[in-house]
Nanobody
Framework: QVQLVESGGGLVQAGGSLRLSCAAS????????MGWFRRAPGKEREFVAAISVSGGGTSYADYVKGRFTIARDNAKKTVYLLMNSLKPEDTAVYYC???????????????????WGQGTQVTVSS
């Protein structure tokens, strides 16, 4: 079992930055790949970024590549999403998720992930 709690969301102006954190509890965090997803109003939940167990492998959606960075600290059982150059279209509820399956590639599908946090709201004003 993995319990996930996101924090760090808020209101920011376009061009600004935010750092989201996801604190995990449970024994299996260090054995999970971790991902960030988001859901904008009226849209489906979509992939943002993922990171491997060791942190050495990462994957990003094209619409955040070069602006967002995912990182993890296994000792603190925490995964981060650093978001720079934020745009109004980044406005969404952001969720972290844990993937128990350890394959050769990081997965990007909503249904691939086993545990989810409750989400944190990010609002970017123009």
């Amino acid at each position: 079992q993995v319990q996930l709690v996101e924090s760090g969301g808020g209101l920011v102006q376009a061009g600004g930055s935010l750092r989201l954190s996801c604190a995990a509890s449970g024994r299996t965090f260090s054995g999970c790949a971790m991902g960030w997803f988001r859901r904008a109003p009226g849209k489906e939940r979509e992939f943002v970024a993922a990171i491997s167990v060791s942190g050495g492998g990462t994957s990003y959606a094209d619409y955040v590549k070069g602006r967002f960075t995912i990182a993890r600290d296994n000792a603190k059982k925490t995964v981060y999403l650093l978001m720079n150059s934020l745009k109004p279209e980044d406005t969404a509820v952001y969720y972290c998720a844990a993937d128990l399956f350890l394959g050769s590639r990081l997965r990007v599908g909503v249904s691939d992930y086993d545990y989810w946090g409750q989400g944190t709201q990010v609002t970017v004003s123009s």
